[in-house]
């Protein structure tokens, strides 16, 4: 199987990527910059030889034609609607999964969301129904994604208006020893997006004690 991430270079896309590969996915990043993607490609790729997944890189439109079917969306919340709107064309079709937040410029400690709601729900109106548009990764921290030598902390909540959409979601995140949780609808994005300012707050808070938190789904517990 082989994957693309628009916006591939970034520290949350590596690290997606550095994840994918150990776990025997292939993965293209996709920039505007494609010697910069073929750099790091190389660069992550010298990370993880034991990796049985490899990682290359090239422009955002070879990277749509490289992939097989499932396309992460990475970029930073100012280029989103645009590439979005600039690569809708190669797009559509695809299986796209979303893990862009729409924190407030200058601030990352809120969210600014678009109006429809979400970042996820943004990119579901300029692509059409007929592309399944999937939220996911939103509160996972890019330092936990890049620590591939340890579990994950937190869990994955998926949310999106396609089943089998999500059912793909969940089972190429399990594949990387990551739990994912079927979190409703595409606008469940409004809630589970708005989570990470949240988070980020925590992360910098001098009272609060641990960095990369994430969110975790409890169980009762059992006597």
């Known amino acids: 199987m082989k994957v693309s991430i628009l916006g591939g270079t970034g520290p949350q896309g590596q690290g997606l990527a ?3 590969a150990l776990a025997g996915t292939d993965v293209v990043l996709g920039s505007r910059d494609a010697q910069r993607a073929e750099e790091i490609a190389q660069q ?3 990370k993880i030889p034991q990796a049985t997944g490899t990682i290359t890189g090239g422009d955002n439109q070879a990277a749509i034609t490289d992939a097989d079917d499932m396309i992460f969306i990475a970029v930073p919340f100012s280029a989103h609607e645009r590439t979005l709107q600039d690569l809708s064309a190669q797009l559509k079709g695809k299986l796209i999964v979303d893990i862009v937040v729409p924190l407030t410029e200058g601030n990352p400690k809120s969210v ?3 109006s ?6 943004q990119a579901q109106r300029i692509l059409g129904e007929d592309t399944p548009v999937v939220g996911a990764f939103h509160n996972v921290s890019a330092h936990q994604l890049n620590a591939f030598d340890q579990p994950v902390n937190c ?5 999106g208006n396609s089943l089998d959409a999500k059912k793909s ?3 190429l995140t399990e594949s990387m020893g990551i739990t994912a949780l079927n979190a409703g609808l595409a606008e469940s994005a409004r809630c589970i997006e708005a989570i990470t300012p949240i988070l980020i707050r925590l992360n910098i808070s001098k009272s609060f ?5 994430g969110v975790k789904i409890a169980p009762p517990e059992t006597a």
């Open 169 to 171: 979601v969940i089972a």
């Open 44 to 46: 992550l790729n010298q």
């Open 112 to 114: 600014t969301m678009p």
């Open 155 to 159: 869990d994955i909540l998926v949310c």
């Open 209 to 213: 004690p641990h960095t990369h938190v």
């Open 116 to 121: 429809e709601g979400s970042a996820t729900e």
């Open 18 to 20: 550095l994840r994918l």
